[in-house]
């Protein structure tokens, strides 16, 4: 499986605090069966504005050279979006996704006005791929899906977080989220070793009981791997519909 949202460069945002969970991180990943990353540091100007991330992500790439470790990384960044964040975009100051065309990008969760669709689409018409980071904790979306459809319908793909797979209490409303065919690629928002971690495998194994061995692979792997070769992300067949659209 390939991660494409994780908080693993140490010491830079509010993820791993240091190399040494970082490492512990990528260990834990390694396990549920990732084998390659996109590394996505908080940019949110004034407060996180990469300092120090291109020196703290060579650490990673050092150790994993060291130990001979078969695992893949490459850099990024959860983009915030704002007027000063597109600033910061234009200045070339915010890292695409493994120096592809794709940008991972954060709104605000409680607050979605007509000028953040605007932005969504000036960075498209800038030339960039948009991916938003999180779907389902957008109030906006939940309360309106059909919002996040006009999105999809211009292009704009779609990201979940594979513990709101695995929780038992928000499982239902995620399985829904994918068969409404809005969601493109899973990944863990991993932040730390306890409250976040990096883990994949039974949201993997749940979306495939689900929706069938492609579903998984779909979201799981070949999508993110599209990311990274900077390739057009493709909606995840399901083998079978249980759900019904998405709905309160």
Known sequence: MIDTHIHMVPGVDDGAKDLETAIQMMQLAINE???????????????????NVDEQYQLLINYIERENIDFKLHLGNEIYLSEETMAGIKRGQANTMGNSQFLLVELPLYHYYPFHESMLFELQES??????????????FSRRPEKLAVLNEGGIYSQITSQYIMDSKTRKRALKWIESGL????????????????????AYEIVVKAFGEECGQM??????????????????????????????
Do not use: W
Request: glycine share 6%.
């Open 183 to 202: 969601i493109y690629i899973v990944a863990s928002d991993g932040h730390d070793l306890i409250k976040r971690p990096p883990v994949m495998k039974q």
């Open 33 to 51: 069966g990732v084998d390659e990353m996109i590394l996505t540091p908080h940019f949110n100007l004034p407060a996180y504005h990469n300092q």
């Open 219 to 248: 979201l799981f792997e070949e999508n993110p791997g599209m990311m990274v070769s900077d390739r057009e992300l493709m909606v995840p067949l399901l083998k079978k519909k249980k759900f019904g659209f998405l709905r309160q």
């Open 127 to 140: 030339g960039y791929k948009v991916v938003l980071a999180h779907v389902e904790r957008y109030e906006v």
